[in-house]
């Protein structure tokens, strides 16, 4: 198949078919498919959950997901053809991810978006937009997905072979193409996965951390004026900031063990533009701290009572679609001081 780019003068410029591993390196294409992972699987989203996952026998997982049903997908990627020890190695990797649970996905995730109070429940069900009568088992099943510029007869057969037994397996073939200008195109075909199936100390490599600029860069006109005053009021009150992959969380410095008072998200978040609770879990009051559950629940009843909270999980969020008034941002942070006061009077556990 040719390829052609239609320049401006109507001339055709041929883009040429090469081997992606003459000019770039394998990471190369695991940070497209990472950018891209709503393309991965045949039927549907994938939320990357892991890169470079280690396994118990020390061997590197490319990437790990789970899909909307929760089920947990190994993919491993080959910038050249797939050798026939690749689905060996890919069944390896599943056999290792059948035996976690979901604390482990959730550490996971947790080291993947450096968010260590994240959960993984609420981290999916706002990913996947779940109703709210949508249940999900984690990690009842196990997918494989291999992609590589060739896959070769050998994978295609095996690999049709296990999806007639019931194990889901997804092979990806890409073409890449360059033109005498410097552009590039990546182009893909499920190869095997179109035909129906039967339905039957861990360690990630992290995404990169924003900065102050750059989250307040990211926010619309209403997130700048709300979280330009919470950050100002965390640095007068020398609150420790910890910056994660999209937000960030304040914190109060107990004896060096830093406890959250609250977490906020940009608007391309999976949380949207938003300020989370720390009551219960996500490493504030409730997990980290001696308190009584009945003191928890008077500062849960007076965050609703503020009329800028709602139920979110576990947690309350602030959500931060409008236009608030600086009374409404006062009100958000005289609560999240009264939090910051409760902490400071209470013993770690």
């Not at 099943?141 to 590589?148: K, M, N, P, S, T």
């Not at 709602?310 to 958000?332: C, D, H, M, S, Y």
Request: glycine fraction near 8%.
């Amino acid at each position: 198949m040719k390829i052609f780019n239609i320049k401006e003068d109507g001339k055709f410029e041929e883009f040429s078919q090469t081997h992606f591993q003459v000019d770039l390196e394998e990471s190369i294409l695991e940070n497209w498919l990472e950018s891209n992972s709503d393309d991965i699987l045949e039927d549907g989203k994938l939320l990357i959950i892991g890169r470079q996952v280690t396994t118990n026998l020390g061997s590197i997982i490319d990437l790990l997901g789970i899909d909307r049903e929760g089920n947990t997908v190994v993919i491993e990627l080959k910038r050249d053809r797939t050798p026939r020890e690749t689905l060996a190695q890919a069944l390896e990797y599943a056999s290792f991810v059948e035996e976690l649970d979901t604390d482990q996905l959730e550490e996971i995730l947790q080291r993947y978006v450096s968010d260590e109070a994240l959960n993984l429940a609420s981290y999916h069900r706002n990913y996947f937009e779940l109703a709210s009568d949508e249940a999900v088992s984690f990690n009842k099943e196990q997918r494989i997905v291999l992609v590589g510029q060739r896959i070769t007869g050998e994978i295609r057969q095996t690999a049709s072979f296990l999806r007639r037994k019931g194990l889901r397996v997804t092979c990806l073939e890409f073409s890449y193409f360059q033109a005498n200008g410097g552009k590039h195109l990546l182009s893909y075909d499920v190869v095997v996965g179109k035909e129906p199936t039967k339905i039957k100390q861990i360690t990630s490599g992290a995404l990169p951390i924003v900065s102050q600029d750059s989250f307040m860069e990211s926010l619309d006109k209403n997130g700048k004026e709300v979280f330009g005053q919470l950050l100002k009021f965390a640095a007068e009150k020398s609150f420790p900031i910890h910056w994660g992959t999209k937000g960030f969380s304040m914190n109060i410095d107990k004896k060096g063990v830093h406890v959250a008072i609250c977490y906020g998200y940009p608007p391309k978040a999976v949380f949207k533009q938003s300020v989370y609770t720390a009551l219960v879990g996500r490493g504030g009051f409730l997990s980290k701290l001696d308190v009584p559950e009945s003191e928890m629940n008077q500062f849960w009843q007076e965050a609703q009572a503020t009329g800028l909270f709602q139920p979110a999980g576990r947690e309350l969020k602030v959500l931060i679609n409008r236009k608030f008034n600086n009374t409404e941002i006062q009100t958000l942070i005289g609560w999240l001081e009264k939090v910051a006061a409760a902490i400071e009077s209470h013993e770690l556990k």
